[in-house]
């Protein structure tokens, strides 16, 4: 069984945007979507291996500054053919910490 993370503090991840961090062997991208709301995909883009944490965020869709492939945060979808996906984390918020599940 994979155990949660602590990665941050609620409060250091400004609304509407992302920020990345370890967890396990991944770099992961936690995004603040607001209302003590997170989610938590794969950092880096499939595509070319940018930072998805340092994309445009709107709605619950975050576009990777490289080359603009837009990814759903909830569920890791590529917004321009569903059948590509990126790897989605489980994110809690416990007490002040925001903690994401290993995989």
Known sequence: MSEFVTVAKVGA??????????????????????????????????????????GFVEGDVVTCPWHAWRFRVTDGT??????????????RVQGDEIQVRAK
């Open 13 to 54: 991840i400004p609304e509407g945007t992302g920020a990345a961090f370890p967890v396990g062997e991944k770099l992961v991208a936690v995004f603040n979507m607001g209302q003590g709301q997170y989610h938590a995909i794969n950092d880096l883009c499939p595509h070319m291996g940018a930072s998805l944490a340092d």
């Open 78 to 91: 590529w917004c321009d053919n569903p059948r590509i996906k990126t790897d989605v984390f489980e994110v």
